[in-house]
Every structure is written in structure tokens, then in C-alpha cells.
């Protein structure tokens, strides 16, 4: 009667022998990843691995390090892209290894909205921003056709905000500033509360210059006479 464990053994280590070199080959370098084009303070993602040991992963392009997480084989992590468009390179070290990977932060865009264009006296109008853009307003708006500030009290996903406000009673074109958070930039839009815009009374220009002064009336000198000497009659 024949064994067969012989021939399976032998096929095992003849298994063993030419897959060993391929599973050394197929160890993965560590590379670091990012996101290759980024908004102006977007979101921006950093990935590596394999790596025992880590550091941060910084970048003149980002706000601030970015924190890495997760498997050994594959850590990750999320920040934020600053606030000059540009090309910048990220740096991490991974196992004494200096890693680097170039991406670029785009021109600043300010996204929002304010709706509707048109709009009776005393209506709504409505304002929109998203927090998650390069340019977010922290505080409320104001315009001379609010009958007060137009404040962001509703939220969304993705960091979308909302708010409403009343306009006033006086047809007109006006026009409502969005001040950028933490920068300079800023945007404006206009809209229409409708009707007749209401027209001015003509105003009376005032004198070219001041009067001359009226010269003041003189006093009135009463002659003195001779004294009386009687009726003027002779005597005889």
C-alpha cells in the first residue's frame, strides 16, 4: 500500500519555496499621499504607510500639522489648506524615511446666496453660506434695505447655513456686503425691494454769500429856533 503524505508534503515545501521570494517582493514601499488640488482652506486628506513610526505630516499649505491615524499599513488623517493659493509640498517621516507629496491650493472663491433678487416691501429675503468654503461669515448681515440684521440660524449638512431677515417698505436697489471670517475679501451682492422709489422735494440753494448788512437808519435833528418874542404885532 503507497503513503500519500510524502507527495503532499513535498508539494507544500515546493509551494513554500517559490512563494517566499514573491511575498518579499510584494512588500509595500511607504508613500505619502494627498490631496492633489485643493480649495482655498478646504479640506485636504493625508495618507501613508506602511510605517512602524510616524510623525505629523506639515506643509507650508496647510494651517496647521496634520494628525495621522489608523492600521500601520495605512494611516490617514484630515486638515485644512491655508489661505494663499499656491503649489506646496507635504512632508512626513515614516520609519526614519523622509516622505513628500506635492499638491495645489486654488484661488479663493467666495460661494453664497441671497434670494430672492425681487421683493415686495416689508417681504423676506433669504441668505445662504456653506462653512466648509475658503470664506464663511461668522456674524449677521446688514444691509440699508434690512429692517434688521440678517442673522445664520438654520444649519445643513457639509456645514451649510441658513438665515432669513424682513426688508423695509421703501422701494429701492440695495446692497448687502458678505465679510469674509478671519481675511480680508469680502462680496456683494444687490436686490430690489419693489415699487416706486420715492423721489426728493427740491431743496432751495442757499445764498451765494451773506447779505450786506442794511446800514441803520439816521436820527432826525430837530433845528432849534429863535424864542419867542410875543405875536408880532407893533405898538403905536
Known amino acids: 500500500m503507497r503513503s500519500r503524505g510524502a507527495p503532499a508534503i513535498a508539494v507544500a515545501l515546493s509551494a513554500a519555496v517559490v512563494f517566499a521570494p514573491l511575498a518579499v517582493a510584494q512588500q509595500q514601499e511607504p508613500t505619502l499621499q494627498v490631496t492633489a488640488t485643493v480649495k482655498n482652506r478646504g479640506l485636504v486628506r493625508a495618507e501613508t504607510g506602511p510605517?512602524?513610526?510616524?510623525?505629523?505630516?506639515?506643509?507650508?499649505?496647510?494651517?496647521?500639522?496634520?494628525?495621522?491615524s489608523g492600521d500601520a499599513n495605512r494611516l490617514s488623517g484630515n486638515g485644512w489648506a491655508t489661505i494663499e493659493a499656491g503649489s506646496y509640498t507635504a512632508t512626513v517621516q515614516c520609519d526614519g524615511k523622509t516622505l513628500t507629496a506635492q499638491f495645489t491650493v486654488l484661488p479663493l472663491e467666495i460661494h453664497w446666496q441671497l434670494?430672492?433678487?425681487?421683493?415686495?416691501?416689508?417681504?423676506?429675503?433669504?441668505?445662504?453660506?456653506?462653512?466648509?468654503?475658503?470664506?464663511?461669515?461668522?456674524?449677521?448681515?446688514?444691509?440699508?434695505?434690512?429692517?434688521?440684521?440678517?442673522?445664520?440660524?438654520?444649519?445643513?449638512?457639509?456645514?451649510?447655513?441658513?438665515?432669513?431677515?424682513?426688508?423695509?417698505?421703501?422701494?429701492?436697489?440695495?446692497?448687502?456686503?458678505?465679510?469674509?471670517?478671519?481675511?480680508?475679501?469680502?462680496?456683494?451682492?444687490?436686490?430690489?425691494?419693489?415699487?416706486?422709489?420715492?423721489?426728493?422735494?427740491?431743496?432751495?440753494?442757499?445764498?451765494?454769500?451773506?447779505?450786506?448788512?442794511?446800514?441803520?437808519?439816521?436820527?432826525?435833528?430837530?433845528?432849534?429856533g429863535a424864542p419867542e418874542t410875543g405875536g408880532g404885532t407893533a405898538r403905536g
Open 115 to 224: 434670494h430672492p433678487a425681487e421683493v415686495e416691501p416689508g417681504g423676506t429675503i433669504t441668505a445662504e453660506q456653506n462653512m466648509s468654503t475658503g470664506c464663511y461669515a461668522t456674524g449677521p448681515l446688514t444691509s440699508p434695505g434690512f429692517a434688521a440684521p440678517l442673522k445664520f440660524t438654520r444649519g445643513g449638512n457639509f456645514g451649510r447655513l441658513s438665515g432669513d431677515t424682513t426688508v423695509i417698505t421703501t422701494p429701492g436697489t440695495y446692497e448687502v456686503v458678505f465679510q469674509c471670517a478671519e481675511r480680508p475679501e469680502r462680496s456683494v451682492k444687490t436686490f430690489r425691494i419693489l415699487g416706486t422709489p420715492p423721489t426728493s422735494a427740491p431743496t432751495t440753494p442757499p445764498p451765494a454769500g451773506n447779505p450786506a448788512p442794511k446800514p441803520k437808519p439816521k436820527p432826525i435833528v430837530k433845528p432849534k
Open 51 to 68: 510605517c512602524a513610526t510616524y510623525s505629523t505630516v506639515t506643509s507650508p499649505g496647510f494651517k496647521e500639522p496634520i494628525t495621522l
